[in-house]
T-cell receptor, first 114, second 111 residues
Framework: DSGVTQTPKHLITATGQRVTLRCSPR?????VYWYQQSLDQGLQFLIQ???????AKGNILERFSAQQFPDLHSELNLSSLELGDSALYFC?????????????FGPGTRLTVT | LAKTTQPISMDSYEGQEVNITCSHNNIATNDYITWYQQFPSQGPRFIIQGYKTKVTNEVASLFIPADRKSSTLSLPRVSLSDTAVYYC????????????FGSGTRLQVQP
């Protein structure tokens, strides 16, 4: 158990819909990262937040947005969903994100868009 | 962004040493190299991290040559439970703080 929690574990929704994925980082960690992993694909970095502010941005679509709240939990919002958005979405956290990147990953949310 | 390249797959037998190399030709001065292990449908797990030369912990060693354009993860005496996908990550500590995972190497350990 990494100490990072993600909800829900599974999500099934239809095209065009909007969903919110939630992540709670390890106690004391200030950085949160979001990744997308499609079937049998590698990890695609989406976005990083550090202490409530956006720190780095990767291949995140304009239909996706994220935020980190004062209690440090984070939410990833996916809108106008398409079939190709079906994937595992991982959240990770790290202590600072400033030096090195030892990240602790959550169990993931499996999103299925039908 | 530092692009990384890894072999797609590797096969080994129990008890052997496995070396997985990651190429990162345009690594920047402030980049760190980190390796993760991932089992199916689970989140990746941190293995080891380094900046230069050699780093060793209880599960692996990481070798980084002087030019830092590649790195090699060494797993001593693998077991069946080491069957997994291994990713290298080059992480920038400056600028956009980009994070680039390699495509991953699928290691299959046979009895």
């Amino acid at each position: 158990d990494s100490g990072v929690t993600q909800t829900p574990k599974h999500l099934i929704t239809a095209t065009g819909q909007r969903v919110t994925l939630r992540c709670s980082p390890r106690s004391g960690d200030l950085s949160v990262y979001w990744y997308q992993q499609s079937l049998d694909q590698g990890l695609q970095f989406l976005i990083q937040y550090y202490n409530g502010e956006e720190r780095a941005k990767g291949n995140i679509l304009e239909r996706f947005s994220a935020q980190q709240f004062p209690d440090l939990h984070s939410e990833l919002n996916l809108s106008s969903l398409e079939l190709g958005d079906s994937a595992l979405y991982f959240c990770a956290s790290s202590e600072t994100g400033e030096k090195g990147y030892e990240q602790y990953f959550g169990p993931g949310t499996r999103l299925t868009v039908t | 962004l530092a692009k990384t390249t890894q072999p797609i797959s590797m096969d080994s037998y129990e008890g052997q040493e496995v070396n997985i190399t990651c190429s990162h030709n345009n690594i920047a001065t402030n980049d760190y190299i980190t390796w993760y292990q991932q089992f199916p449908s689970q989140g990746p797990r941190f293995i080891i991290q380094g900046y230069k030369t050699k780093v060793t912990n209880e599960v692996a060693s990481l070798f980084i040559p002087a030019d830092r354009k590649s790195s090699t993860l060494s797993l001593p005496r693998v077991s069946l439970s080491d069957t997994a996908v291994y990713y290298c990550l080059v992480a920038s500590n400056t600028g956009r703080r980009a994070l680039t995972f390699g495509s991953g190497t699928r290691l299959q350990v046979q009895p």
